[in-house]
Nanobody
Framework: QVRLVESGGGSVQAGGSLTLSCATT????????MGWFRQGPGKEREGVAA????????KYADSVKGRFSIAKDNAQNTLYLQMDRLKPEDTATYYC????????????????WGRGTQVTVSS
């Protein structure tokens, strides 16, 4: 059974940093597409960063380029999102998702999701 568990969320002031983790079980982690998404209050879920764990694909939303970095540890079957220079508009519940083939930013195309971790950025 595939399972994704996010952690690392919290409350920070603007300009601060957080590192999110997504621990996975049941995945062929060395050959899968994984994405970080977020959903703010009253907003639709949006893609933040995506990666194929082989390293063949890496993409970021324009809103986070230069501030967020997605990384993976194939030995630990864990995905990370390093978030620097956080802004109040980054406040959201952050989710990781996995799909065997799709590495984009359309949430409906991912077939496995975690439950999310809350990130709150105060001004």
């Amino acid at each position: 059974q595939v399972r994704l568990v996010e952690s690392g969320g919290g409350s920070v002031q603007a300009g601060g940093s957080l590192t999110l983790s997504c621990a996975t079980t049941g995945l062929a982690f060395n050959s899968v597409c994984m994405g970080w998404f977020r959903q703010g209050p009253g907003k639709e879920r949006e893609g933040v960063a995506a990666i194929h764990t082989s390293g063949s694909t890496l993409k970021y939303a324009d809103s986070v380029k230069g501030r967020f970095s997605i990384a993976k540890d194939n030995a630990q079957n864990t995905l990370y999102l390093q978030m620097d220079r956080l802004k109040p508009e980054d406040t959201a519940t952050y989710y990781c998702a996995a799909d065997r083939f799709y590495c984009g930013f359309l949430p409906l195309n991912y077939n496995t999701w975690g439950r999310g971790t809350q990130v709150t950025v105060s001004s």
